[in-house]
């Protein structure tokens, strides 16, 4: 069935480093894709999407580019903050399976001062 | 807009009870699905409601169930707790309509410790 493989965590930097969180998913068409961000005792905010191949999704300073070639998603942020420490989620979603959101395990990112 | 609200925040029940959580969406949205996270199995797809009709469903057993209301904001049920049940309870809301171009939207979740 569809999955969605993210980097075990949890990733430690320190703040202004470069960041990236692997992302591969498994899919038998083409799925959106979607990071969200779960900051401690909070609920889930999307933090970027792409709908279609190549499909550049931005926010806040992360960037994700939809490959379909390499079936990737990886999330990169070229200077890290405090701020950003938190748990972060690649999912997609299909057709086939009614646009629910499936899940990767989470990669937990910490950053130091 | 408001964001999707959920209601209780929290909650600790015994085994053998019975809960039910509720979940308000964004205005217009149509859309409302569940999740269970839990640290061993992470995020779980449970249901979800569009205009009142369970229109998808992932693999829990019959003891977890749904509704949905005229106005789109949704209940969830479970039956007969076990100490597995304790998690956090996401619910999300999308317009419902967009396929591939909709966005689910989080709520903060509601935490179930069942004891």
């Known amino acids: 069935g569809d999955s969605v493989t993210q980097m075990e965590g949890p990733v430690t930097l320190s703040e202004e480093a470069f960041l990236t969180i692997n992302c591969t998913y498994t899919?038998?068409?083409?799925?959106?894709l979607f990071w969200y961000v779960q900051y401690p005792g909070e609920g889930l905010q999307l933090l970027l999407k792409a709908t279609k191949a190549d499909d550049k999704g931005s926010n806040k300073g992360f960037e994700a580019t939809y490959r379909k070639e390499t079936t990737s998603f990886h999330l990169e942020k070229g200077s890290v903050q405090v701020s950003d420490s938190a748990v972060y989620f690649c999912?997609?979603?299909?057709?086939?399976?009614?646009?629910?959101?499936?899940w990767g395990a989470g990669t937990k990112l910490i950053i130091k001062p | 807009k408001a964001g999707v609200t959920q209601t209780p925040r929290y909650l600790i029940k015994t085994r053998g009870q019975q809960v039910t959580l509720s979940c308000s969406p964004i205005s217009g949205h149509r859309s409302v699905s569940w999740y269970q996270q839990t640290p061993g199995q992470g995020l779980q797809f449970l249901f979800e409601y569009f205009s009142e009709t369970q229109r998808n469903k992932g693999n829990f057993p019959g003891r977890f169930s749904g509704r949905q209301f005229s106005n789109s904001r949704s209940e969830m049920n479970v039956s007969t707790l076990e100490l597995g049940d304790s998690a956090l309870y996401l619910c999300a809301s999308s317009p419902g309509t967009s396929g591939r171009m909709d966005t689910q939207y989080f709520g903060p979740g509601t935490r179930l410790t069942v004891l």
């Open positions: 999912a997609l979603s299909m057709r086939d399976s009614n646009y629910q959101l499936i």
């Open positions: 899919a038998t068409g083409y799925p959106s």
